[in-house]
């Protein structure tokens, strides 16, 4: 049998595993990817911190998933009758035939709804990225500022989008500058993390460790358009920002092919086996996984398990026998902000967040594809921070920290200043 995997995330990698637990040398498995990595991306709070090297979350495919066909490359399109997928390999199309597909492609950043935040804005999601902002920040603080306003954009950085990773993301930014960066968070809504809207308890922990972090909170705004100087927000005022980090959640490319398999957000529709049709698998980012009659959250540890029963499903099918339900109900959910400060919840039920932090770290370790790599963590977070990360540069910051609205006056740029970002390119990675 032979089974082609399109994508090289969580979902791609458990799949793997399970193929390999339940059949052996028996199935050929050859796997498609743009990149040679897997990002684990719990631990990006902790690497935006300095608590960990950008490289620890990268897992190298070749370990994860050994004995498999690896081709670097990008699926563009698909025949399900004909069984086959065609690959673009470094300018070159190739065709891949196989008996059963796994389209694991995952997300791209929601980029392309802001104008200019795919062009000015730093996405983390994928390879490198988190590298190259943290290449940036330390590029803004060694360049000599030209006066006390551009001192104060190149101390500024917007977060768009208030979810479980932009919560995250500016929590750890603020404490990465201990107070000598200005760090705002723009939500949409009345609070942060829409999925705990109604938990009141929950919502004031989360907003008590932004406070504490430092991070200034601006509720009740969208940005709506970015530049290299920064944001303008859906009510027309402006922040000055040299940094603005895209948290708007995902969006899925359409696969050529298997449009008529999809819904409209682009998801593909699989059933409750996750089977998208005869000989077409899906889970993870890229498909519409229900349970309990509800699409299921967008999360690691669903499409890990996602994966594991797509993998076993296959199998069966190998040996005749029909494949079965994903019965997966949810474990838990978690926003994480300093060592021994976490909100999570387990089965609905909120935990102290010594407690969450504590959970949060085991299952993370657990998960990490890479046993090596696993242990790598747990040494590295175990050496002082002092020895991550260097001392910020101070530079010009206003003081407020939790703003309900901008209360009065617009900022508006008096004119363009020179460019002074040269950062490397491009800093978007497409998916398989």
Not at 44 to 60: C, F, I, K, R, Y
Not at 187 to 213: C, F, H, I, K, M
Request: with cysteine.
């Amino acid at each position: 049998m032979r089974v082609v995997i399109l994508g090289g995330g969580y979902t791609a990698i458990w799949c793997y595993r399970a193929l390999q637990r339940w059949t052996g040398s028996s199935v050929e498995v050859t796997v498609v990817a743009p990149t040679s990595q897997h990002v684990f991306h719990g631990f990006t709070g902790e690497v935006l911190d300095g608590g960990l090297a950008p490289a620890l979350q990268n897992s190298d495919l070749e370990r994860c998933m050994p004995r498999a066909r690896r081709l670097l490359g990008t699926a563009v399109a698909v025949d399900p009758v004909r069984r086959t997928v065609q690959v673009e390999q470094a300018g070159a199309t190739t065709e891949l035939e196989y008996d059963e597909l796994v389209v694991a492609t995952g997300a791209q950043d929601r980029t392309a709804a802001v104008p200019g935040l795919a062009q000015h804005g730093w996405s983390l999601r994928h390879p490198g990225q988190v590298q190259l902002l943290l290449d940036h920040l330390s590029e803004l603080e060694t360049t000599p500022a030209e006066d006390d306003r551009d001192a104060a954009r190149r101390g500024t950085v917007v977060v768009a989008g208030a979810g479980f990773a932009g919560t995250e993301v500016a929590a750890a930014l603020a404490r990465r500058y201990g107070g000598t960066r200005r760090i705002v968070l723009v939500a949409s809504g009345t609070g942060v993390v829409p999925a705990w809207q109604q938990r009141s308890t929950l919502q004031r922990r989360l907003l008590q460790n932004l406070d504490e972090a430092g991070v200034e909170l601006l509720t009740g705004r969208r940005v709506v358009s970015v530049d290299e100087d920064g944001v303008v927000l859906d009510d027309g005022a402006r922040l000055e920002a040299a940094t603005t980090v895209s948290a708007l959640g995902n969006s899925v490319p359409g696969m050529p092919g298997l449009e008529a398999f999809q819904e409209p957000d682009g998801l593909l529709r699989v059933d409750d086996r996750l089977r998208v049709t005869e000989g077409v698998w899906s889970a993870g980012d890229a498909a519409a996984v229900r349970s309990r009659g509800r699409r299921a959250p967008k999360e690691a540890l669903w499409a890990i398990r996602a994966g594991t029963t797509v993998g076993r499903n296959i199998a069966r099918a190998a040996r005749g026998a029909a494949p079965r339900r994903f019965g997966f109900r949810g474990l838990g959910t978690v926003a994480a902000f300093a060592p021994g400060r976490a909100v999570a919840t387990i089965w609905g039920v909120a935990l102290p967040q010594p407690v969450g932090w504590a959970v949060r770290a085991a299952v993370f370790l657990w998960f990490v594809p890479s046993r090596r790599g696993a242990v790598d963590i747990l040494r590295w977070s175990l050496r002082r921070r002092e020895t991550v990360l260097p001392a910020p540069v101070p530079v010009a910051v206003r003081a407020p920290r939790v703003l309900v609205g901008l209360d009065g006056g617009r900022a508006a740029s008096s004119g363009r200043r020179p460019a002074v970002d040269d950062r490397p390119q491009p800093r978007t990675a497409e998916s398989a």
